[in-house]
């Protein structure tokens, strides 16, 4: 953001926020200098975030376009994120344009983007709510009023969950959020993984991530990952480095070695 542009109220240019930190990757302008202090230092642990986080971008495009195929028509993005290329709403209604859109998130200056940016787009809403709190998702007004639970629904947790750092506050949180969903819904998630990175880098990594959440950053292992669709139907090929889930490429191998997001997609019975 321009030096003399006004901060909307309620957000705190001189403290690194999450979003703005992964819009600076993506080469988005959404953010202010301590967010790109604190995204440089991140770059130095790990040369491959800007890419990372493409590929997140892109693993977010090929989940969508394949449960909009799949007739899926409710989509329930949590940590939405500031909007950028092809949002969720832009890929659903692209492939299936009766369907319907809720964006979450708890960060002022993504929910001033994206009620600006969806203002004419009725067949979207955004919410704030927080990932701790799924009941404040599942039970919004507004989310109650744009979604129908009698019918599938689409929740998707893309680079959100590893900002929880308790293991079991994680596990419960994507229990209750799976918990009145009915078959043929679906869930999607990608999620930090540490790959080959030392313990050094981790520890570096976590320090410049706690100012910016209340929770820092957990890398979780493909097992950890992977129990998060316990009971579902995991689509192929599982739980992989979210660049070769489902590749426009081929020849993409997933590499377990480096530092990436897992990803994977599974059905509600």
């Known amino acids: 953001m321009e030096r003399d542009e006004q901060v909307p109220q ?22 202010f200098p301590a967010d790109r202090e604190a995204a440089e230092k991140i770059i130095q642990l790990v040369p491959t ?10 693993f977010l495009i090929r989940v969508v376009r ?7 028509r409710q989509f329930i993005d949590i940590g939405a994120g500031l909007p950028t290329r092809q949002n969720v709403h832009e890929v659903a ?3 299936a344009p009766d369907s319907r859109i809720v964006y979450v998130d708890n960060d002022p200056i993504v929910l001033v983007h994206a ?40 929740v998707l947790l893309f680079a959100i969950l590893h900002f ?9 949180i994507v229990s209750r959020l799976r918990a009145p969903l009915v078959g043929g819904s679906h869930l999607a998630l990608s999620h930090s993984y540490a790959g080959d990175m030392t313990g ?25 990952v992977g129990a998060y669709f316990e009971g579902l139907d995991l689509l192929e090929p599982g739980v992989v480095p979210i660049d070769a889930w489902r590749p426009e490429w081929p020849d993409v191998e997933p590499d377990f070695g480096r530092p990436s997001l897992l990803g994977g997609v599974a059905r509600i019975r």
Not at 66 to 72: D, E, F, N, S, V
Not at 144 to 153: E, L, Q, W
């Open 93 to 95: 209604l692209e492939a």
């Open 164 to 172: 929880v750092p308790d293991d079991k506050e994680a596990e419960e």
């Open 49 to 58: 975030i800007k890419q990372i986080a493409r590929d997140n971008r892109d």
């Open 200 to 224: 050094e880098a981790l520890s570096s990594g976590r320090s410049v991530y706690r100012p910016a959440t209340s929770g820092s950053l957990t890398p979780r292992s493909a097992e950890q």
């Open 115 to 154: 009620r600006a940016l969806l203002a004419d787009s009725p067949q979207t809403a955004v919410v704030r709510a927080d990932l701790r709190d799924p009941a404040s998702i599942l039970d919004a007004p507004e989310v109650r009023a744009h979604i129908d639970f009698t019918r599938p629904v689409a």
């Open 66 to 72: 394949t449960l909009a195929a799949a007739g899926i």
């Open 10 to 31: 309620a957000i705190d240019p001189n403290t690194p926020s999450v979003a703005r930190m992964y819009d600076y990757y993506l080469g988005g302008k959404d953010n």
